[in-house]
């Protein structure tokens, strides 16, 4: 009976995510195979495909899953070790694909990640709150938040932010005890983290130093009388950079002649930086950091739990690192040149203070508003909820106090989740973030697209509501219940995501002549193309490797997180490929030379082992089929729609 009564809360929450999970994504459950929540034109066709070809390299091939010659194939293998892989969902759907299918399988891994996050956010809550109904609705915010939220129509990965979550429980418990099987158990969650979303380890890396730095660095204030003269300056350069930099807002800069040469001053950005660097001066001046004594037992505590997690977490990973030791070996690891104006935008500041642009009351102008900005809708939302925030804002005003770790969590990601350059309304003020410096910094840089930080802000943020609902609780005990209550349904009102939109999950039916074809033949796909997360050579589309999850045959072409220029090189080297890459584009093709690659489709189809060619009249420029037909002698099998199959002719 006490057994039973130690786990009926975690019960109850598992149950209750899981009634969330079906009721904000209704219609889903009823259309489990048949549709998803994103188009699988997109990012979404891809995290489909990484469970089918994660599970044909494992049961087919018996192979180690991070190398696969179902794309490019062509070439040499396609190493994913710098793919957006999702290895853990992917060994989650490894038995269930053979029975359920490939989109049924895929729709309940995500709604299991969904339930898992929840999960493991009402775990980290009700450790530091010790309340379970507060703690619930703590993880339901994190959850199921705006950000989380929408991401669920394209980036799957980041739906599975749960080992963040265990990440920094753990921490809390290794500082509370120090017990060396709390290593391992943070070492097993970085790897989990790794596993989700590289981004993910990496915010594990950032909050393990966040947390490490708040255990041993103090703030306090200087005294007044010290350095005055120094504060005074600095409140001087202050005042009148401050003063040029609005004035050049107002008149939008100047232009002027000094010594016979046309000098201007029209962009704010060197203004901003100089703000920014004084400003950072003046209240560095006005605080210094101390050192919190420490002693020498717990330092090497401390570097043992370190190099113990640090050492199971890499074996744990050691396929992966593999994979990525034949990437350097190959000289095929691009290190991405980062220029300090050209990093991706973070989110608006505006943004994090919208109504929640999922829910069915909210206008429309909302959710135009952040589909135009760069990297569309799905990187820009980042509502932080009004419930949350009212709720904090009520707990303060009645005397409670923010607790400064999880405080400083929610300033510090939040902060980073701005980017670079701090955007207000559209508007890039020129105001140089935290980002602009520390994306220059190993490992943390490998989380190039900074907006989504925001996971990590809305985790502090899911941390700090329960706080705030517990302490609450405590100064009104008899309103506990009817608080929660209200609360609760308020927050269930307005992180409903309805209503939710699912695409069809159909490939045309030319696909089953495909199938039915010789295993080791080719498809060769039109628009041709080579893809990844930021560049693109030729038009290829990740609905081909969605596709390839029916048919099963390589493909020429493909689409990765991840595509080394090398590779990139290898294939254009190829006077065919090259030619349907510049077409794809849109671009022409020389005459004499047209002509000259036409003579040679037969032997390329041959030689490559072309079986199939199917060409997408929706998206294929007129010059791209007409070479295809002329040069492979192309014969008509079927078509479905916008989408034509034909044969090739060989030698």
Same mark, same amino acid.
């Given at each position: 009976? !006490? ?46 495909? @990484? ?8 049961? %087919? ?22 793919? @957006? ?20 399988? +895929? ?28 703690? &619930? ?18 980036? +799957? ?34 790897? &989990?983290?790794? /596993?989700?979303?590289?981004?993910? *380890? ?8 966040? +947390? ?32 040029? =930099? ?32 004084? #400003? ?16 020498? %037992?717990?330092? &090497?505590?401390? *570097?043992?739990?370190?190099?113990? $997690?640090?050492? +199971?977490? *890499? ?10 030791? !034949?990437?350097?070996?190959?000289? =095929? ?22 109504? @929640? ?6 206008? #429309? ?34 005397? &409670? ?26 508007? @890039? ?55 929660? =209550? ?18 069809? $999950? ?12 010789? $295993?080791?033949?080719?498809?060769? !796909? ?9 560049? /693109? ?90 070479? $295809?037909?002329? =040069? ?11 989408? %034509? ?7």
């Amino acid at each position: 009976m !006490e057994q039973s009564g130690r786990w009926r809360p975690h019960l109850c929450a598992l149950l209750g995510y899981a009634v969330i999970a079906f009721v904000f994504t209704w219609p889903l459950a009823p259309n489990l195979g048949t549709h998803l929540t994103g188009s699988p034109a997109g990012d979404t066709g891809v995290y489909v495909w @990484n469970q089918w070809v994660f599970q044909h390299e494992v049961l %087919e091939h018996r192979s180690l899953p991070y190398f696969t010659d179902q794309i490019f194939s062509l070439g040499r293998r396609a190493n994913l070790s710098l793919h @957006n892989y999702t290895a853990f969902q992917n060994v989650i759907a490894l038995p269930l694909v053979g029975w359920l299918g490939v989109v049924a399988t +895929f729709n309940i891994v995500y709604l299991l990640m969904t339930v898992l996050t929840g999960y493991c956010g009402f775990l980290l809550v009700r450790h530091v709150t010790g309340r379970a109904a507060e703690s &619930w609705l703590a993880g339901l915010l994190f959850a199921w938040s705006p950000v989380l939220a929408t991401r669920g129509g394209a980036h +799957f990965s980041l739906v599975a932010a749960a080992p963040v979550a265990i990440f920094m429980l753990l921490l809390l418990r290794t500082a509370e005890r120090q017990r060396l099987r709390d290593a391992f158990a943070l070492g097993a969650t970085v790897w &989990w983290a790794a /596993s989700s979303d590289v981004y993910y *380890a990496v915010y594990c890396v950032v909050a393990a130093a966040l +947390f490490l730095l708040a255990r041993t660095v103090g703030v306090e204030r200087r005294p007044h009388e010290r350095g005055r003269a120094i504060a005074w300056t600095l409140d001087v350069l202050l005042f009148c950079v401050g003063g040029l =930099a609005l004035s050049m807002a107002i008149t939008g800069g100047w232009q002027f002649t000094f010594l016979g040469r046309v000098a201007s001053m029209r962009s704010l950005y060197t203004p901003m930086l100089a703000l920014t660097a004084l #400003g950072a001066a003046r209240i560095a001046w006005s605080y210094r950091a101390v050192l919190i004594p420490i002693a020498r %037992e717990d330092a &090497w505590r401390v *570097a043992r739990v370190t190099a113990v $997690a640090g050492t +199971f977490c *890499a074996l744990l990973l050691s396929p992966v690192l593999y994979a990525v030791g !034949e990437r350097v070996s190959q000289n =095929a690891w691009d290190s991405q040149q980062i220029f300090w104006r050209s990093s991706p935008p973070g989110v608006d500041l505006v943004a994090l203070v919208l109504p @929640n642009p999922n829910h069915p009351l909210t206008p #429309g102008a909302v959710r135009q508003w952040l589909t135009p900005r760069p990297d569309a809708y799905f990187e820009n939302v980042a509502s932080l909820t009004f419930v949350a925030l009212i709720t904090i804002a009520v707990a303060w005003r009645a005397g &409670w106090r923010l607790p400064r770790l999880w405080a400083g969590f929610a300033v510090v990601f939040g902060a980073l989740a701005l980017g670079p350059f701090v955007h207000v309304a559209g508007v @890039n003020t020129q105001l140089p973030g935290p980002w602009a410096f520390l994306r220059y910094v190993p490992v943390i840089g490998l989380a190039r697209t900074p907006g989504r930080f925001t996971v990590m802000l809305m985790l502090a943020l899911a941390v700090l509501f329960g706080c705030a609902l517990y302490w609450i609780g405590t100064r009104w005990p008899a309103r506990r219940r009817a608080l929660l =209550a209200t609360v609760g349904a308020l927050l269930v009102f307005e992180l409903l995501p309805a209503p939710r939109p699912l695409y069809s $999950a159909a490939i045309p039916g030319i696909y089953r002549h495909v199938a039915a074809a010789p $295993a080791d033949v080719r498809v060769l !796909e039109l628009p041709f193309g080579v893809r990844d997360g930021t560049t /693109s050579a030729g038009n290829f589309t990740a609905r081909s490797q969605y596709f390839q999850t029916a048919h099963g045959k390589r493909l020429i072409g493909g689409y990765l997180s991840r595509v080394s220029r090398r590779r990139v090189s290898e294939i254009r080297s190829d006077g065919m490929l090259d030619a349907l890459i510049w077409l794809s584009e849109g671009k022409e093709l020389d005459p004499s030379r047209a002509r000259t690659l036409a003579a040679e489709g037969p032997l390329f189809a041959e030689l490559a082992k072309v079986a199939f060619v199917v060409i997408d009249r929706a998206r294929t420029p007129p010059a791209l089929r007409d070479f $295809a037909l002329r =040069a492979y002698r192309l014969q008509l099998v079927a078509i479905d729609g916008n989408f %034509e199959l034909y044969r090739p002719a060989v030698r």
